[in-house]
């Protein structure tokens, strides 16, 4: 039975994307002119898209012979498509195609799969990072060339997402210049919020303007907010209480971002937190979760916590996806490959989680709770996601079944309170474009 839903649900998505994808409508929207894509080609519209969503790391010829492979189910990896045919042909599609796709799967995943909520909340972390670009003119036109610590100056990208902790599901992703902070960056994310989510912020991003953002869309909001930040703040800091209602004032700083947005320049009604750490100090959480009956004060340390997900997200992004490792010289494949990605990771995350569902039910009386290991589900879904869509809906069905117990085979124990020292050692190894590693 759980087996006969995990299908229905998954197969219902990939059915609902290969729709989109193949539409007349979403090809004419997002090629670069008219006359692209019209031609009988290897690398069509749908199958440029496929390539691009199945998490391309090594050398981009390699994985198109063993992309070919698969789909046409050779014994051996064949020359079918040339690395500098894949790179016109890449010229034509827009990247917008990746981000409406990602939008659209998130939406269904919404509406679909019953995602996990936090007190009735769709909880929601955002959070930066920076990334390395190729050392391509253009690209540091675009983005900027900043210098490192070491060596010469580097085509830098500030990345930023909203993204959904307890679903693992990236609701929206940019890369942008490295010069644009990271508060304006999340402003765009706040505009996708709507009544019932509430956003856990770092305490890099408090700000009145931000803060009045979120509450103007109908959402909450818990962050971590520096003791000296406000004047009420540092009062409450060094009055040693546990819990205060306060007005946050409007500041002079904000006021531009406020007309801007059209938001009303009025106080803020807020409740500072108390929590105590395990080595004596105190951190200051300001929320706009008022009630202190439905959401006594005992509950916030594990609520702002519950964002940590989104510092390991980065993690997989980098490490285990690679996302620093672009795969062409121009401006578009940078974005193309960031927003591929991405789709790429929230698919691995939706098709994972019936069988968490399932994975929460059998394991609920056992002494840990236990999840899919991601990083091996990446691994296991590379050149089967292309499969899902293009082979025929009957065998969707099967290896829908087969990914089904290929994660139930990876799973690893939850093992709370454990704590390991952040390391803060730079990076020796970076990606170059003319520099692949294989598969």
Same mark, same amino acid.
């Given at each position: 039975?759980?087996?006969?839903?995990?299908?229905?649900?998954?197969?219902?998505?990939?059915?609902?994307?290969?729709?989109?994808?193949?539409?007349?409508?979403?090809?004419?929207?997002?090629?670069?002119?008219?006359?692209?894509?019209?031609?009988?080609?290897?690398?069509?519209?749908?199958?440029?898209?496929?390539?691009?969503?199945?998490?391309?790391?090594?050398?981009?010829?390699?994985?198109?012979?063993?992309?070919?492979?698969?789909?046409?189910?050779?014994?051996?990896? @064949?020359? +079918?498509?040339?690395?500098?045919?894949? =790179?016109?042909?890449?010229? /034509? #599609?827009?990247?917008?195609? *990746? $981000?409406? %796709?990602?939008?659209?799967?998130?939406?269904?995943?919404?509406?679909?799969?019953?995602?996990?909520?936090?007190?009735?909340?769709?909880?929601?972390?955002?959070?930066?990072?920076?990334?390395?670009?190729?050392?391509?003119?253009?690209?540091?036109?675009?983005?900027?060339?900043?210098?490192?610590?070491?060596?010469?100056?580097?085509?830098?990208?500030?990345?930023?997402?909203?993204?959904?902790?307890?679903?693992?599901?990236?609701?929206?992703?940019?890369?942008?210049? @490295?010069? +644009?902070?990271?508060?304006?960056?999340? =402003?765009?994310?706040?505009? /996708? #919020?709507?009544?019932?989510? *509430? $956003?856990? %912020?770092?305490?890099?991003?408090?700000?009145?303007?931000?803060?009045?953002?979120?509450?103007?869309?109908?959402?909450?909001?818990?962050?971590?907010?520096?003791?000296?930040?406000?004047?009420?703040?540092?009062?409450?800091?060094?009055?040693?209480?546990?819990?205060?209602?306060?007005?946050?004032?409007?500041?002079?700083?904000?006021?531009?971002?406020?007309?801007?947005?059209?938001?009303?320049?009025?106080?803020?009604?807020?409740?500072?937190?108390?929590?105590?750490?395990?080595?004596?100090?105190?951190?200051?959480?300001?929320?706009?979760?008022?009630?202190?009956?439905?959401?006594?004060?005992?509950?916030?340390?594990?609520?702002?916590?519950?964002?940590?997900?989104?510092?390991?997200?980065?993690?997989?992004?980098?490490?285990?996806?690679?996302?620093?490792?672009?795969?062409?010289?121009?401006?578009?494949?940078?974005?193309?490959?960031?927003?591929?990605?991405?789709?790429?990771?929230?698919?691995?995350?939706?098709?994972?989680?019936?069988?968490?569902?399932?994975?929460?039910?059998?394991?609920?009386?056992?002494?840990?709770?236990?999840?899919?290991?991601?990083?091996?589900?990446?691994?296991?879904?590379?050149?089967?996601?292309?499969?899902?869509?293009?082979?025929?809906?009957?065998?969707?069905?099967?290896?829908?079944?087969?990914?089904?117990?290929?994660?139930?085979?990876?799973?690893?124990?939850?093992?709370?309170?454990?704590?390991?020292?952040?390391?803060?050692?730079?990076?020796?190894?970076?990606?170059?474009?003319?520099?692949?590693?294989?598969?």
């Amino acid at each position: 039975m759980a087996g006969n839903l995990h299908g229905n649900l998954c197969v219902g998505l990939i059915e609902f994307l290969k729709e989109i994808i193949n539409s007349s409508n979403f090809i004419n929207k997002h090629r670069q002119s008219a006359g692209d894509f019209t031609r009988q080609r290897k690398l069509t519209f749908p199958i440029l898209l496929f390539f691009l969503i199945n998490m391309i790391k090594g050398s981009y010829q390699d994985e198109l012979d063993h992309f070919f492979k698969s789909i046409f189910s050779f014994d051996v990896a @064949k020359r +079918i498509v040339s690395k500098a045919a894949f =790179a016109k042909a890449r010229m /034509k #599609l827009g990247y917008e195609a *990746l $981000v409406e %796709l990602n939008s659209k799967m998130v939406s269904y995943f919404y509406r679909h799969f019953r995602p996990l909520q936090w007190n009735d909340f769709t909880l929601f972390a955002i959070d930066g990072t920076t990334v390395q670009l190729p050392r391509i003119e253009a690209i540091s036109e675009h983005f900027g060339a900043w210098n490192p610590s070491q060596g010469d100056e580097c085509p830098m990208a500030r990345v930023s997402q909203m993204f959904d902790v307890l679903n693992k599901i990236t609701i929206d992703a940019i890369i942008e210049s @490295k010069s +644009i902070g990271e508060r304006e960056l999340a =402003a765009f994310h706040f505009l /996708k #919020l709507m009544p019932g989510d *509430l $956003v856990l %912020l770092d305490r890099g991003y408090p700000a009145y303007w931000l803060f009045n953002l979120i509450l103007s869309q109908g959402a909450n909001f818990c962050a971590r907010v520096q003791s000296n930040s406000w004047k009420v703040v540092r009062q409450f800091y060094n009055s040693g209480r546990k819990e205060k209602i306060i007005f946050v004032p409007v500041t002079l700083s904000s006021v531009k971002h406020c007309e801007e947005m059209g938001l009303e320049l009025r106080p803020l009604k807020l409740r500072l937190i108390r929590v105590e750490l395990d080595n004596g100090e105190s951190e200051i959480l300001i929320t706009s979760l008022l009630d202190t009956e439905k959401y006594p004060h005992q509950q916030f340390e594990e609520l702002y916590h519950l964002r940590w997900p989104v510092e390991e997200d980065y993690k997989v992004m980098k490490q285990r996806m690679e996302i620093e490792n672009f795969t062409g010289k121009s401006v578009l494949s940078i974005y193309q490959d960031f927003h591929a990605k991405v789709f790429s990771k929230n698919l691995t995350s939706a098709l994972i989680h019936p069988t968490q569902s399932e994975i929460d039910r059998n394991t609920e009386n056992s002494c840990y709770s236990y999840k899919v290991n991601f990083t091996q589900a990446l691994s296991k879904v590379k050149d089967v996601i292309p499969l899902l869509f293009i082979r025929p809906l009957k065998f969707v069905y099967g290896l829908i079944s087969d990914i089904h117990t290929i994660f139930m085979q990876t799973i690893e124990p939850i093992r709370p309170g454990r704590k390991y020292p952040r390391n803060f050692n730079k990076r020796s190894d970076r990606f170059h474009y003319g520099y692949k590693p294989t598969r």
